[in-house]
């Protein structure tokens, strides 16, 4: 199948879950178990393999041009399937072009520091893809439902007011603004797992003795937050959604379809950046041919 049939395929798929403008965004309109237009994983997976081998491609564009950015976040409840996502879907980049940063519990150094600084010194370089896993939206979840998160964030007082999200969304809004002006390509996920998903997985990984190590006492904790993760994960996507940065709320309880999604919107958002392979000039195709003659006519 050809590139472009491809891209239009992946476009199909991911479109229908992207929120560019967050005014009327409600979570309950989007389903954690849809699978769009597709009931089979076999071809979901076929999909996914094509739109891999494009992403590759793309990718060794974006590489070359040493022009663009591009960075992807990654948001989500525990057992959503981030860590799986990023695997397979970025499994033909190469990893020359791209790094993957997980965000865990600030240390003492980041505390000591506004709440961008941890993220901003892992943004990625021009050519490269930047993946965060977990990312400064954790500044307006965890740290929004658990608010004695914030008294450890040394922040002055008087500056710890009602307002202090609204403001928080504001920077957001601002910085994403600044990044995406200065060519960092910008496109971030919220996959949206359903709880009673999120507890077969948990389950899953107490009987499989190769997935305890990703299960822990917190988890299951965090489940008690569940009504108050879910409207701070709606009120974030209505405030921070915009069509430099837009959101997809990509359906999780079927990873094969979670995928290929993601998938398809990062290949639709490399294929609006027109990437190509540098030009070579008259000097540098003199250089070649010089280098050609030597390699030809030279000793053995």
Same mark, same amino acid.
């Given at each position: 199948? *050809?590139?472009? %049939?491809?891209?239009? /395929?992946?476009? /199909?798929?991911?479109?229908?879950? #992207?929120?560019?403008?967050?005014?009327?965004?409600?979570?309950?309109?989007?389903?954690?178990?849809?699978?769009?237009? =597709?009931?089979?994983?076999?071809?979901?997976?076929?999909?996914?393999? &094509?739109?891999?081998?494009?992403?590759?491609? =793309?990718?060794?564009?974006?590489?070359?041009?040493?022009?663009?950015?591009?960075?992807?976040?990654?948001?989500?409840?525990?057992?959503?399937?981030?860590?799986?996502?990023?695997?397979?879907?970025?499994?033909?980049?190469?990893?020359?072009?791209?790094?993957?940063?997980?965000?865990?519990?600030?240390?003492?150094?980041?505390?000591?520091?506004?709440?961008?600084?941890?993220?901003?010194?892992?943004?990625?370089?021009?050519?490269?893809?930047? @993946?965060?896993?977990?990312? $400064? $939206?954790?500044?307006? =979840?965890?740290?929004?439902?658990?608010?004695?998160? =914030?008294?450890?964030?040394?922040?002055?007082?008087?500056?710890?007011?009602? /307002?202090?999200?609204?403001? &928080?969304?504001?920077?957001?809004? #601002? $910085?994403?603004? !600044?990044?995406?002006? %200065?060519? @960092?390509? @910008?496109?971030?996920? +919220?996959?949206?797992?359903?709880?009673?998903?999120?507890?077969?997985?948990?389950?899953? &990984?107490?009987?499989?003795?190769?997935?305890?190590?990703?299960?822990?006492?917190?988890?299951?904790?965090?489940?008690?937050?569940?009504?108050?993760?879910?409207?701070?994960?709606?009120?974030?996507?209505?405030?921070?959604?915009?069509?430099?940065?837009?959101? !997809?709320?990509?359906?999780?309880?079927?990873?094969?379809?979670?995928?290929?999604?993601?998938?398809?919107?990062?290949?639709?958002?490399?294929?609006?950046?027109?990437?190509? +392979?540098?030009?070579?000039?008259?000097? *540098?195709?003199?250089?070649?041919?010089?280098?050609?003659?030597?390699?030809?006519?030279?000793?053995?």
């Amino acid at each position: 199948m *050809k590139h472009g %049939n491809i891209a239009k /395929e992946a476009r /199909e798929h991911a479109r229908p879950y #992207c929120v560019s403008d967050g005014g009327k965004f409600r979570l309950k309109d989007f389903d954690p178990n849809d699978t769009g237009t =597709l009931k089979s994983k076999e071809h979901a997976e076929g999909m996914l393999a &094509r739109g891999v081998e494009l992403l590759s491609h =793309l990718q060794e564009k974006l590489y070359a041009q040493d022009r663009w950015a591009v960075l992807l976040i990654f948001q989500a409840m525990d057992a959503a399937g981030k860590d799986g996502v990023i695997k397979h879907v970025m499994s033909g980049v190469n990893p020359q072009g791209c790094e993957v940063t997980s965000f865990k519990a600030p240390s003492e150094e980041e505390l000591d520091h506004d709440h961008l600084w941890r993220t901003n010194k892992h943004l990625p370089e021009r050519g490269r893809i930047g @993946i965060f896993n977990r990312s $400064y $939206y954790e500044e307006v =979840l965890v740290v929004r439902v658990h608010s004695e998160l =914030l008294k450890r964030q040394k922040i002055p007082e008087q500056l710890v007011t009602k /307002e202090i999200w609204e403001q &928080r969304f504001e920077d957001i809004n #601002c $910085y994403e603004r !600044y990044l995406t002006r %200065n060519g @960092i390509l @910008i496109r971030k996920f +919220f996959l949206h797992v359903s709880k009673k998903e999120q507890k077969k997985r948990f389950l899953e &990984r107490l009987e499989d003795s190769k997935k305890n190590w990703k299960f822990s006492m917190a988890d299951v904790k965090e489940r008690g937050f569940w009504k108050d993760y879910q409207k701070s994960y709606e009120e974030m996507i209505q405030h921070t959604a915009t069509k430099h940065a837009p959101w !997809y709320v990509v359906p999780a309880d079927n990873k094969w379809f979670t995928r290929l999604v993601v998938a398809g919107a990062i290949i639709d958002a490399l294929r609006e950046l027109d990437l190509s +392979f540098p030009d070579v000039g008259k000097e *540098k195709r003199k250089e070649l041919s010089a280098v050609r003659e030597v390699l030809l006519h030279g000793e053995e």
